[in-house]
């Protein structure tokens, strides 16, 4: 048999260093499921079965996140195209290299109202804006993977090829002979060096060296650059906050990195950010402004690979077009070293502080467990090159303040579209990249009942291709949609609407078992560190569900009058936890205003 599109096309992406496509079949891409049975040689990519294209589409996201790769999801016509959406906006959003292959009804058929016919070319406009096209003909195919992944890779965004049943099952056509209107592509992509001129550097400089108290602020894209962070943040006697997807850009453990910023963030983050002269952004698109630096009160410099992220978040003095390891390495020789070190000292004095009273507040009583203490706990325990994820909801809040990351550790979540749901099945993208390495999903009932616990059946099925098992699901089972119900209360002043928010229980350690997993349940604050033990000790993937309480208030670092207000009217407008709340919130506060703090 001769070969076909199906098997041309995988043979192609294989040529592009592509290991393993996660997706879910159908009979609008079954040319290409026939070509993966054919696989043969050993050297095509892997099919790996989700519950949920959205699964695959944040399963390809992870793999990009964690890898630096391109990630690659698949999908039939119609329903399965859809599925994928949510997951494909979270890769946009994150700037990952994701593609996307769907399928679709054969040509002849389409504009016929045909089963299953949606119109993908505008489903996928917004999403793969970059590019999104239909293959009409085999020999298009070539050119449109080529073309898919390259810019995926070079823009850090989503691509998307639609295929044609059809065509799928055509012959291929590697290379078409040379004439006016063929295209003849080939493939692979390598990054270049970014870096600003000359010029702009010294302005930077003079800016920086100018800063008597300077903040500094990473984001994703320096992940890679912790060296060089470190150093200018040395040269600068400067703090260091991080947000989100920066997490481990900095290891938590140095004393002047502040942790992280915003909602979820930490209060030296607060301080530095307010208390600071001079501004210096890498890497990060970090939105809230009034988590930043009041308008005119800081001379600011960011850094950015990507142009358009540039001054949207504060008025810039100078803004640089960069790789954020290549250019601050290109600043460091220009930076005067700071002999006044009274700033950073105050910084690291707040940290302390900031620290000690986390551990308290792990410590505080709850009914029955006090979530902060799950997140202590493990923190204390992470094994070296652990890899988080972390799902939307409070876990959010804990993994953001009481996880201390190591050099060495690598962390994610959905950072920009903030969606329910990645937790589980980015978990699972970890561990198929980095199958040596212990992995660990941070994720809420909610999230577990959305999508979460089928995708326990995708660890099942998988397990045993992983040398190492140690792979760990938290679960916090609080019955609630504990951080919208926080919204409800501190943000727009309204009780907690127990129709929207309250979730039935569910067996979750105990349905692990049933699919040979181990299921652990921690009820009582006594058996969390213990929990945690287990679960490390495990010879295969854990479900480690906590029962949790969900009126722990995951308190702002600096909570405004606004907020406060809020809370307070929500209260007195009948919250049907309001005693317990109160009580929780004065816990944790009091612990700032305790001696020995
Ligand atoms: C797909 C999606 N739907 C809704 C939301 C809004 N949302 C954010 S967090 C959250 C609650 C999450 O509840 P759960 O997973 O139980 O975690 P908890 O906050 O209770 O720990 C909701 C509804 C969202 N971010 N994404
Ligand atoms: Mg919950």
Not at 202 to 219: F, K, S, T
Request: proline share 6%.
């Amino acid at each position: 048999m001769s070969e076909t599109v199906g098997d041309y096309l995988l043979d192609r992406l294989a040529t592009w260093g592509v290991k393993r496509i996660f997706g879910y079949p159908g009979d609008g891409i079954n040319g290409v499921m026939g070509a993966f049975a054919r696989s043969s040689n050993g050297r095509r990519p892997d099919f790996i079965q989700v519950r949920h294209e959205e699964m695959a589409a944040f399963m390809a996201c992870a793999h990009a996140k964690f890898t630096g790769e391109v990630g690659v999801c698949m999908a039939t016509s119609g329903p399965g195209a859809i599925h994928l959406l949510n997951g494909l906006y979270d890769a946009k959003l994150d700037h990952q290299p994701v593609v996307a292959i769907v399928g679709q009804q054969a040509r002849a058929g389409l504009g016929g109202n045909y089963q299953q016919e949606v119109d993908l070319g505008t489903l996928f406009k917004d999403v793969a804006h970059e590019f999104v096209q239909i293959a009409m003909e085999p020999a298009q195919i070539r050119h449109l993977v080529d073309r898919a992944l390259r810019i995926a890779l070079a823009e850090r965004t989503v691509t998307a090829i639609i295929i044609p049943n059809d065509v799928q099952e055509a012959d291929a056509v590697p290379q078409t002979p040379h004439a006016h209107g063929t295209v003849h592509s080939g493939p692979g992509y390598r990054a270049p060096r970014v870096l600003p001129s000359e010029g702009e550097l010294d302005r930077a400089a003079e800016v920086l060296n100018a800063g008597r108290r300077v903040a500094m602020l990473v984001g994703q894209g320096a992940l890679h650059a912790s060296d060089e962070v470190a150093a200018v943040a040395d040269a600068l006697g400067a703090g260091v906050a991080k947000a989100l997807l920066g997490k481990a850009a900095l290891p938590d453990e140095l004393p002047y990195v502040t942790g992280s910023i915003g909602l979820l963030g930490t209060k030296p983050s607060w301080e530095l950010m307010q208390g600071c002269d001079t501004l210096l952004m890498v890497g990060s698109s970090f939105p809230y402004s009034e988590f930043l630096p009041e308008e005119g009160s800081a001379r600011g410099v960011q850094i950015d690979i990507d142009g358009r992220m540039l001054g949207i978040r504060y008025p810039m003095e100078v803004n640089l077009v960069g790789d954020s390891a290549e250019t601050l390495r290109a600043l460091l020789p220009r930076l005067e070293h700071k002999q006044d070190r009274a700033w950073r000292e105050q910084i690291e004095g707040e940290v302390a502080q900031w620290w000690r009273l986390i551990e308290k507040r792990a410590q505080l009583s709850a009914d029955p467990i006090n979530p902060q203490l799950v997140f202590h706990e493990l923190s204390k325990r992470l094994p070296d090159g652990a890899i988080i994820s972390s799902d939307s909801g409070s876990a959010a809040n804990w993994f953001a303040r009481d996880i201390k990351l190591r050099t060495g550790m690598m962390a994610s979540l959905s950072g920009t579209l903030a969606t329910m749901g990645p937790g589980v099945p980015y978990a699972i993208g970890a561990k198929f990249a980095h199958p040596d390495r212990p992995v660990f999903a941070l994720v809420g009932d909610g999230a577990m009942q959305m999508n979460g616990i089928n995708e326990l059946i995708t660890i099942a099925k998988y397990r045993h291709r992983w040398r190492d098992q140690r792979l760990v699901v938290l679960v916090l089972n609080n019955r609630d949609l504990n951080q919208v119900t926080w919204e409800q209360r501190a943000m727009s002043g309204d009780p907690k609407f127990e129709g929207s928010q309250d979730l039935p229980d569910f067996p979750y350690a105990g349905y692990a078992e049933l699919l040979g997993l181990k299921g652990i349940r921690a009820d009582r604050p006594e058996h969390v560190g213990a929990g945690w033990d287990e679960a490390l000790a495990a010879d295969r993937p854990v479900v480690y569900e906590a029962v949790t309480d969900p009126e722990v208030p995951p308190l702002p670092p600096h909570i405004t009058i606004e907020q406060a207000k809020a809370l307070s009217s929500a209260l007195l407008a009948g919250d049907p936890n309001a005693g317990r709340i109160v009580r929780q919130s004065f816990k944790q506060k009091a612990q700032e205003f305790l001696p020995g703090r």
